[in-house]
């Protein structure tokens, strides 16, 4: 399979821990994106990487979000001190840039629930 | 802002009874109107992308067009299979974020 994959696909947590999630994009890829959603609603935009490099932010990710994409290969999302309004799928998507817009293809996703 | 907004929220048809899903979109210097769809519990897999007014794709029973305010996924006789959420998105302007803004979606259900 050469699609995007994510792990864990469920995550459990009580609030207050920490959790990270990993994603690993389509190998030829240089562009990796993380969105959340929520249940009834489209996803939404968190962050993105081009190589290594984190160019964007939303302002959804607060101070307890962090992600990492260290060799410009694979990415972490964590979650630190979770909270109930947490609880969402983490997306995580993949494309190859050339400049202009490109296509962006989605991995199975993480189902994080805080209990 | 940048918005994009589907319609209906919900859809049931019968099989074989054809129909079309909505997108609105108000993003200026479009780059792209994105169309996935969604099965429950699962990512967005891509399905199409349009460019420019005028365009059309097609793929099964699927139909896609685009105009200057907004697109419409055409199904023709649905089958249950094509029971699902579809999302539709547009990126920013160019020069502007390489994040896609998603509309909430329509769920169809088509009935046997």
């Known amino acids: 399979d050469t699609g995007v994959s994510q792990d864990p696909r469920h995550k459990i947590t009580k609030r207050g821990q920490n959790v990270t999630f990993r994603c690993d994009p389509i190998?030829?890829?240089?562009?990796l994106y993380w969105y959340r959603q929520t249940l009834g609603q489209g996803p939404e935009f968190l962050t993105y990487f081009q190589n290594e490099a984190q160019l964007e932010k939303s302002r959804l990710l607060s101070d307890r979000f962090s992600a990492e994409r260290p060799k410009g290969s694979f990415s972490t999302l964590e979650i630190q001190r979770t909270e109930q309004g947490d609880s969402a799928m983490y997306l995580c998507a993949s494309s190859f840039g050339r400049g202009g817009q490109d296509t962006q293809y989605f991995g199975p996703g993480t189902r994080l629930t805080v209990l | 802002e940048d918005q994009v907004t589907q319609s209906p929220e919900a859809l049931r048809l019968q099989e074989g009874e054809s129909s079309s899903l909505n997108c609105s979109y108000t993003v200026s210097g479009l780059r792209g109107l994105f169309w996935y769809r969604q099965d429950p519990g699962k990512g967005p897999e891509f399905l199409f992308t349009?460019?420019?007014a005028g365009e059309e794709k097609e793929k099964e029973r699927l139909k896609a067009t685009l105009t200057k305010k907004e697109s419409f996924l055409h199904i023709t006789a649905p089958k249950p299979e094509d029971s699902a959420t579809y999302l539709c998105?547009?990126?920013?302007?160019?020069?502007?974020?390489?994040?896609?803004?998603f509309g909430k979606g329509t769920k169809l259900t088509v009935n046997p």
């Open positions: 190998s030829e890829h240089n562009r």
């Open positions: 349009l460019y420019s």
């Open positions: 998105a547009s990126p920013g302007p160019q020069g502007g974020s390489e994040k896609l803004v």
